[in-house]
């Protein structure tokens, strides 16, 4: 392994000095379309059963009035909102996805939620605000790059999956916050010294309790949270780990990694953007699921098949989706719904708008969605049991699945390599109006108490597509205030 040479250093550096004239075009546009989603997602999530969860939080943190709770729009500290907003966006699992060969992170959503409520605090601008959130999110993408997978087992002759994402999320979270106050490189190296002290180790429970908690692998407000306020006490002169990355006693380390590419960690900032290498979710489920559910839509569009029709689905997955819950015809509560596939599949092949919808108490028990769910198996694709052969400079781009649904008394197969929402390919990335489509579908029923829904939502894409050009970014804040709907989800 090769010593490393300043890395936290070189790209605290890099991160500090980074501004909206240090980024290209298509980093700009995709750090744009990273808040929308997150927006979005956040949307989404005050309808669920996590919005009650936040609420409660931000009546405990109390605070000034820095910062936005969306949905309620409710004011209160900066470490409450970002909390509040970063857990509501990654409630129904459908936020952005960074999937990393080593370490998969969803730090999309801590990232945005920890700048936009520091910026919104000191009615910072539009390009800070873009800037902060670059920053973030392409050092928790290249911590991501930086670890490699995990390496055959004794007794195991493929390359195994981990649970995690809790570095990455803070990591990002913590940058993103020192770059919003302005610290610089030797502040903003002590504030990833706080945030690596207070990442979180996620249990093994999550692989098989049933029902899924509420409590996930990767607590997106936790890492919001902890970010803030890692860099607001280094901006009050607290001291960290210096070097918090680097050398044999690294972060990597303790983290139970073993081994860590340090040249990929720094090489090419500010010419090669990991940030471009995110994939936007299709559906509110967990990424690795997205390869079949793309071959099943697929499937279902190139044949005009309707659920009615439909005699049977088989899916074929990865390795990392086929744990019980992945499986269960009878999953229990929302949280377990969006890690399985009997569920998404029903939802999709019922044309049910990705979001909310897809969580509703009619959702979860009608008799004709749960006959269908029924109808659902989940098999092993030999092409992706071994994550090792797929490792593309450190990112999993393609991942072999297949659907088959049987239908009209014969069976129709669709295979593919990628999931909706990878950025690599033609066939499979998400353009403006897909994005905005499901933004529209996550805040959809925001709408049931406010009439001028429609107009707000186009008003808030119209905000965010050119956040760069705003002097304060109060300007889009006092935008995301909806009232909740009675009744929950419809």
Not at 97 to 126: D, I, K, M, N
Not at 202 to 215: E, G
Not at 373 to 379: M, Q, Y
Request: one cysteine or more; aromatic letters at 8%.
């Amino acid at each position: 392994m090769p010593e490393p040479v300043e890395a936290t250093a070189i790209l605290s550096q890099f991160c500090s000095g980074l501004s909206l004239a240090d980024l290209p075009a298509e980093v700009l546009d995709r750090v744009r379309w990273l808040l929308l989603d997150s927006i979005g997602c956040a949307f989404g999530g005050t309808v669920s059963e996590f919005g009650a969860v936040a609420q409660g939080l931000v009546d405990l943190v109390g605070g000034g009035a820095e910062a936005t709770v969306l949905g309620s729009g409710q004011q209160t500290s900066a470490p409450g909102a970002a909390a509040a907003n970063a857990r509501l966006a990654g409630a129904l699992d459908g936020d952005e996805t960074f999937p990393s060969a080593g370490q998969t992170s969803h730090h999309a959503v801590s990232t945005v939620f920890a700048a936009l409520a520091l910026c919104e605090r000191s009615a910072a601008s539009g390009a800070e605000l873009v800037s902060s959130i670059a920053a973030g999110y392409e050092l928790g993408a290249r911590f991501g790059i930086a670890v490699g997978a995990s390496r055959p087992q004794p007794g195991r002759e493929s390359t195994t999956w981990r649970v995690g994402g809790g570095p990455a999320g803070v990591l990002a979270a913590t940058t993103a916050s020192a770059r919003a106050l302005g610290l610089d490189a030797t502040a903003t190296e002590h504030a990833l010294g706080i945030g690596g002290a207070h990442i979180d180790v996620p249990p093994l429970k999550w692989l098989s309790a049933r029902p899924a908690p509420m409590t996930k692998s990767m607590d997106c407000g936790w890492h919001a949270m902890a970010g803030v306020t890692a860099a607001y006490l280094a901006s009050l002169g607290m001291t960290g780990y210096r070097g918090l990355l680097d050398g044999a006693d690294g972060l990597w380390r303790a983290m139970g990694y073993a081994e860590f590419d340090f040249a990929a960690l720094q090489a090419g900032l500010g010419r090669r953007w990991y940030t471009l290498d995110g994939s936007f979710k299709r559906w509110p489920c967990q990424h690795w699921m997205h390869q079949p559910l793309t071959a099943l839509a697929r499937a279902l569009a190139r044949h005009q098949l309707d659920s009615n029709e439909i005699q049977k689905v088989v899916l074929y997955t990865n390795s990392r989706s086929l744990a019980p819950r992945f499986q269960d015809q009878d999953p229990e509560g929302a949280v377990t719904c969006s890690f399985n596939f009997p569920h998404a599949a029903t939802m999709i092949a019922l044309g049910v708008p990705p979001g909310p919808r897809w969580f509703s108490e009619w959702a979860l028990s009608d008799p004709a969605v749960v006959a269908l769910r029924h109808r659902v198996e989940v098999r092993p694709d030999p092409r992706s049991q071994d994550l090792g052969p797929l490792d593309d400079g450190g990112l999993i781009k393609r991942l072999p699945a297949a659907a088959e649904v049987a239908a009209r008394g014969t069976s129709f197969r669709e295979e593919t390599e990628s999931g909706y929402g990878n950025p690599w390919f033609e066939d499979s990335r998400l353009g403006p109006d897909d994005l905005k489509n499901k933004f529209r579908d996550f805040a959809h029923p925001l709408g049931i108490a406010d009439p001028t829904w429609k107009e707000r939502v186009e008003r808030i894409i119209e905000a965010v597509l050119s956040i760069e050009e705003v002097d304060d970014v109060r300007v889009l804040t006092r935008l995301l205030a909806f009232p909740r709907p009675p009744g929950g989800v419809s």
